[in-house]
């Protein structure tokens, strides 16, 4: 599995799922993401859906009927209904992530400490690549 680690500074995080969803999708891949928070689920959608009329991003809530055909899934928990290999944890809360072949952790600087120690637990784990990004100049840039 490849566990990717993302600070997030300077855009929100919706952007930043957006971001990724387009690639995920552009791979040809589903996608389940994960916010504990309905609230914040809904500003992931709307975000999603109003891409734009020709790159729209469409998405659903894992309660919903019709929940497996969704290409991009928003959930409480890491159950992928939509059968997606990867996944984005929204909200900066390490779960489980097993049976996905890429997980985003997307954190804010304040969530940092929790996220270090999510990455020191995969140490030693042969079946786990590691990598961290951070946003500097309107960029992401891979630092580890």
Not at 71 to 92: E, F, M, R, V
């Amino acid at each position: 599995m490849k566990l990717d680690f993302w600070q997030v500074s300077r855009d929100p995080v919706e952007k930043v799922v957006a971001l990724i969803a387009r690639r995920v999708q552009g791979e040809g891949e589903r996608l389940l993401v994960v916010a504990a928070d309905p609230a914040k689920r809904a500003v992931i959608a709307r975000e999603l859906w109003q891409a734009g009329p020709e790159s729209f991003l469409a998405n659903g809530e894992a309660e919903a009927a019709g929940a497996e055909r969704q290409p991009i899934l928003l959930s409480a928990d890491c159950d992928p209904a939509n059968g997606a290999s990867h996944l984005i944890i929204a909200d900066g809360q390490f779960r489980e992530t097993e049976g996905f072949a890429r997980v985003f952790l997307l954190f804010t600087p304040d969530a940092a400490p929790a996220a270090r120690a999510a990455w020191r637990a995969q140490d030693g784990r042969s079946d786990v690549t590691r990598a961290y990004f951070e946003q500097q100049d309107g960029r992401w840039v891979k630092k580890g």
